[in-house]
C-alpha cells in the first residue's frame, strides 16, 4: 500500500502534528472570512512555497494534487456560470491554498503521528458517552492509508480497460473498484478484529 507521507527534515517536517492539525484548521477559517482576492492570492503562492518545501518532486507534487485541481475546476467552471469573475474567483483561491497546505500537512505528518494526535484531541469528547477516542483515530488512520490505494486502484482499472481495447466509462470502471475495495474493507475489518484493536467493545 502507498502512503502520503514524505521522508524529509524540512520546517513543516519538524514542527509537531498538533500545531500542523490546529494551524491548518485555523488557517481554514482565515480564508472562509476572508473575501479579499489580493490577501487570498498571496496565501496561495505562500502556501504552494511551504508545499514545495516538503521534498517532493514538483512531478510527483503535482500529480498527487490533480484529482483535487480537477474539484477545483469544476467548481470555479460553476462559480463563474452564475457569479461574476471576482466573486467566482475568492472560492477558487480559498479551496487552493487550503488545499495546498493540507497537502503540505499530510506529506510531513506519518499516518501514525495522525493517528495519535487525533485520538488524543478526541479523548475529551469520550466524557459524553457518544464516541470512542481510538475508534476517530483508528477511521482517519485507515482514510489516510487507503486513498491512495483506492486511487492507484481506479488507475490500474482504467489502464486495463485501455489495454483491451475497451472504453473507459465511469459506470465499468466503478464496479470493480467498488467490488475490490469492499473486499479490502471487510478483510481489514477481519485483521482488526483479530489483532483486538478495539479493545472497548470487548
Avoid: C
Avoid at 472562509?32 to 504552494?48: C, E, K, R, Y
Avoid at 503540505?104 to 503521528?113: D, E, K, L, M, P
Avoid at 470493480?176 to 478483510?187: C, E, F, K, V, W
Amino acid at each position: 500500500m502507498q502512503s502520503l507521507y514524505v521522508e524529509g527534515n524540512s520546517p513543516m517536517h519538524r514542527l509537531s502534528p498538533r500545531v500542523k492539525l490546529v494551524s491548518l484548521a485555523v488557517f481554514g477559517v482565515v480564508l472562509f472570512i476572508s473575501q479579499n482576492i489580493t490577501l487570498l492570492s498571496g496565501l496561495v503562492v505562500l502556501t504552494a512555497v511551504v508545499y514545495r518545501t516538503t521534498g517532493l518532486p514538483l512531478g510527483e507534487g503535482l500529480r498527487r494534487l490533480r484529482p483535487v485541481f480537477l474539484t477545483i475546476a469544476v467548481v470555479a467552471l460553476f462559480n463563474l456560470l452564475f457569479n461574476p469573475w471576482q466573486a467566482a474567483l475568492v472560492p477558487v483561491l480559498r479551496l487552493t491554498a487550503l488545499m495546498l497546505l493540507a497537502a503540505a500537512v499530510t506529506a510531513t505528518t506519518s499516518i501514525t503521528a495522525f493517528i495519535d494526535e487525533v485520538t488524543a484531541l478526541a479523548r475529551p469528547l469520550e466524557r459524553t458517552g457518544f464516541v470512542q477516542a481510538d475508534d476517530i483515530g483508528l477511521a482517519l488512520g485507515l482514510v489516510l492509508r487507503f486513498v491512495p490505494d483506492i486511487v492507484g486502484r481506479y488507475q490500474a482499472i482504467r489502464e486495463a480497460h485501455k489495454a483491451r481495447g475497451l472504453k473507459a466509462r465511469p459506470t465499468t470502471l466503478l464496479a470493480p473498484l467498488i467490488i475490490l475495495t469492499l473486499r479490502d474493507a471487510d478483510n481489514v475489518a477481519a485483521a482488526i478484529d483479530a489483532r483486538r484493536i478495539r479493545r472497548h467493545g470487548s
